[in-house]
Structures are given as structure tokens and as C-alpha cells.
């Protein structure tokens, strides 16, 4: 039995209708590939599918903008003046927009004032006014700002020096042994009896005047 003839018309489910385009696409693609081959001839095809994939197929001897060319000469019109016009009208207009935003630029910066009439200079002095007021307003905001920022980087640094301080304040300080060396001298055999004679202080801050102090005659300064 042979195949049944199929209809004709849009497949409604997603999925087969994805399918069938799939298969259809590669034998087109393969009977197109088959012409040029047998006939020697230029075939260039272009296809989208229904979610917008883009498919393409072009002679070997030729590329997809030869065969528009070819195209164009044999119809005689063109596929690009149309194009081309939306083109030019689109540039017109643009450049008419920056012809008005310069001179609108310039008048702000008080030039080329001779041709406005008065209701103009109002309207453009209300402008500038309300310009300014907005440069004012965010000026100030940006110095509020960062003098909240500077206050902030001063005061945790007021805490870390604090809390430094509280720190070294803590810390045990070394002990010293000051030694009256009246028996001749540390070489002079003073004995167990020098021992007697040295007791332990500490160099605080306070007393600045025990820092760097010189210690003449017979008196030596050793560690506890």
C-alpha cells in the first residue's frame, strides 16, 4: 500500500509541526544541492523557521549577496532603495536634533541671544534658574555626605587610639635593680652582701625624670 495523501495545512501541535520541518528543511537542502550539482546551477535559500531559526543554503560558486545582485539586475528594482530612503530621512532628523540641542547649549551658556524674542529669554532664564537650583541642591548633598563620611573615619579612629591606650596601659612594665655598690665595685668581691642593697623599680610615664638618668661614681644600674 502506498503512502496517504497528507493535507495541506498548518500542523496545530508544536512538536510535530517542528518535526516536519526538519525533515522537509534537509531534503530541500538536499535537492537543492542536487540541482547545482547536475545543472550547474546558482541556488541560494533562505529559511526561518517558526521560532525564528535561521537557515541557509548558497551554490558553492556564489554567496547569498551575488544572488540578490543577480536578482535586482533581473527584476530591475532595487531591494535596498527603500531602505536607503528610511536611512537618509532618519540621519535628516537626527541631525536637525543636535542643530537644536547645540544651540539650546549655547544659549544657555548666554550666546547667540540676539534672535530670541522675550517670551524666549524668560523661558530660557527660568531654565538656567531651575538648572542651578538643581547643581546647588546636589552640591550641597555631596558635602553633607562626605563630611558624615569624615566624621565617621574620625571618630573610629578616635576609638582605636582609645582602646590602643587602654591597652598599653595594662601592660606590665620590666623591672629594674638599682645596686649601691659600696664594696669597690662589681669586680671587688661585694659578695653576698651587695645583694642586700638592690631592691626592684619601675619606669612609668610619670616619672620622666627616671628615664635617660645618668649614674655616675660608683653606682650601676642592673637588671633585677
Known sequence: ??????????????????????????????????????????????????????????????????????????????????????????????????????????QRMGEDLDGLEFDELRGLEQNVDAALKEVRHRKYHVITTQTETYKKKVKHSYEAYNTLQQELGLREEPAFGFVDNTGGGWDGGAGAGAAADMFAFRVVPSQPNLHGMAYGGNHDLRLG
Open 1 to 106: 500500500m502506498g503512502r496517504g495523501k497528507i493535507e495541506i495545512k498548518r500542523i496545530e501541535n508544536a512538536t510535530n509541526r517542528q518535526v516536519t520541518y526538519s525533515k522537509r528543511r534537509t531534503g530541500i537542502m538536499k535537492k537543492a544541492r542536487e540541482l547545482t550539482v547536475l545543472c550547474d546551477a546558482q541556488v541560494a535559500i533562505i529559511m526561518f523557521s517558526s521560532t525564528g531559526k535561521y537557515h541557509e543554503f548558497c551554490s558553492p560558486s556564489t554567496d547569498i549577496k551575488g544572488i540578490f545582485d543577480r536578482y535586482q539586475q533581473a527584476i530591475g528594482t532595487s531591494l535596498w532603495i527603500e531602505q536607503y530612503e528610511n536611512m537618509q530621512r532618519t540621519l535628516s532628523h537626527l541631525k536637525d536634533i543636535n542643530r537644536n540641542l547645540r544651540t539650546e547649549i549655547r
